[in-house]
């Protein structure tokens, strides 16, 4: 059986002039990576017949192999070019999820080199131009923009249906040779919003993505050994699904089953498709591993299934709370020689920053930076900013049609907003291990963010005058609980603070808002502790560090339910 991890990761620690401390990976990047699309080629000489993506259909499942890829997105290419007037370097905005046709337009894109802007579906959910939709389209300046058959952005936004440039290019010969392609170029734009909230657009190059892909292959041999076999539902306009995890399957010659968003609803028919597909890495985040694990902890014939070529379980864009790591680690040892690992990254570095160099012992762990990178650690405010460099990092921001530098520090490094601590692993292999955002952003189980700063004014402003301060807890756990300072006028109005917010909950009803539970405070917020800042305000990390019980005992159903809940 191929290694999981290469031999010899190691962390090399260097000096700069100003005495600053960098790391690398002993792992050295291959030079010379070749241009994503030239592996595609590669691979529909070597396996045309090989399935590259399938689908879920009506009754049955539809598929598009290497051949069948390379064909179809060049005849596409010739489409965009001919009929729309496409040109290198224009670009293409996309309201498409996951699927073959979605696919051939990615590489159709890639050939013809225009410029692949995914758009989030919310803001665009109403296919009509509107202030939501403004940042988006001065960003990505589309040429064209494709929304999947039956969309409202056909009519309301003269886009072209994703199912008719799909059926119009079949009927065209699909040409040899693609449209010459630099390591600058740029491939793809994704979005953003920071913590800012202003969406922002990150360009791709497509020689971010050959360092991206080819750094994973060298860190991590087993994925080119064993072709990736993935079972994915990850959403295609995030960097996560729309642009590693279809490129790792590209880049190594493997193959991508699309499957629904993982629900209560939905977890059975994954559950059967991955027993008949038999992936060789699963790719998850918290709450897809916990529906998994309920359907399979008590199916010993099915987790057998699933697991008979699984190689790794691999999770990353949230962390990963003590009890799942518990049962995650259970049926590791139970069934299948499969190995846990994790990572790090960013839109603003191809989705990639770090990699476990060896299974994960424990949660928490970001890794070993990616081959040909370096990652430092630098004291903001008593904490730890992890900085990167190196050729993952994006050349700029997109901003409503101007080009914005990243807050790149002094020697050139990329400065994330998350702070991380370097530490020894009990096998002595030293990690980076995650320690918070540094913004007081977070995300809870399913991956979706929660943007704490807009959050915590929105609930104040709801419940004024009676609250002074609120601190919110949540992160890498199912749902939102608040502990409420409450003001001196509140004092003896206590018993509405559950209505406010309720009224707020019901205003703004998504799973980033919501307050499922809360409790009042029953003191003051310790400056001694560094639970309060030189402004008086609390910061919210500290506090809650110092307070993890009073939160837990909030996600255990302690507290109040807002009314009506």
Known sequence: MSQLVAPGQ????????????????????????????????????????K????????????????????????????LLAGRYGLRKGDSVATLAPAGVDALVLKLACLSGGFVHAALPPFPFRDGVESEATRPFLETAKPKLIVAPSGHPAIEGMNAVSLGDLARFSMDRAAPETDEPAAPDDRAAIFFTSGSTGSPKGVPITRGMISSNQ???????????????????????????????????????????????????????????????????????????????LDRLEKDDTAARALTRKLRAIFFAGAGI?????????????????????SGYGATEAASTITLSPAPL??????????????VALVDIDGRSELRVTGPNVAPCYL???????????????????????????????????????????????????????????????QCAPLADDIVISGENRDRLVALIFVSVAGKARVDEIGARIAGWNAANPSGSTVIARFDVATGPADRAKGELSDKGQIVQSRYLRNHAELF???????????EGA
């Open 552 to 562: 837990e005992a909030l996600q255990a159903g302690g507290g109040q339910a807002p």
């Open 361 to 374: 012992e424990r949660p928490g762990e970001l890794g070993h930076p990616l081959p040909g990178h370096r």
């Open 51 to 78: 399935v590259l993506l399938s689908e879920p259909r009506e009754g049955a499942r539809g598929a598009i192999s290497y051949s069948e890829a390379l064909s179809r997105a060049r005849a596409m290419r010739r």
């Open 214 to 292: 080819g750094a994973i292959a060298a860190m991590w041999p087993f994925v080119a050994e064993t072709p990736p076999v993935l079972v994915d539902w990850l959403p295609w306009h995030h960097v996560f699904g729309g642009l590693d995890n279809i490129f790792k399957v590209i880049w190594n010659g493997g193959t991508m089953h699309v499957d629904a968003a993982p629900s209560p609803s939905t977890i059975e028919a994954t559950a059967r498709l991955m027993a008949e597909v038999a992936p060789t890495m699963h790719i998850a985040v918290p709450l897809g591993l916990k529906l998994l």
């Open 321 to 341: 709370d003590a009890e799942l790591w518990r049962r995650l680690v259970t049926f590791r040892d139970s069934h299948g020689d499969f190995q846990i690992l």
């Open 399 to 461: 901003i409503e049609g101007r080009t914005v530098p990243l807050p790149m520090d002094e020697h050139g490094f990329y400065r994330t907003g998350d702070a991380a601590v370097l530490r020894q692993r009990p096998d002595g292999v030293a990690v980076f291990g995650f320690d918070g955002r540094l913004a007081e952003d977070f995300k809870l189980s399913s991956g979706v963010k929660v943007r704490t700063g807009p959050l915590r004014a929105g609930l104040l402003a």
């Open 10 to 49: 190691k962390l090399i620690e260097e000096q700069l002039p100003d005495g600053r401390r960098v790391y690398r990976s002993a792992i050295r990047l291959p030079s010379d990576l070749p241009d994503i699309f030239t592996r595609l080629v590669k691979w529909a000489a070597e396996q045309p017949d």
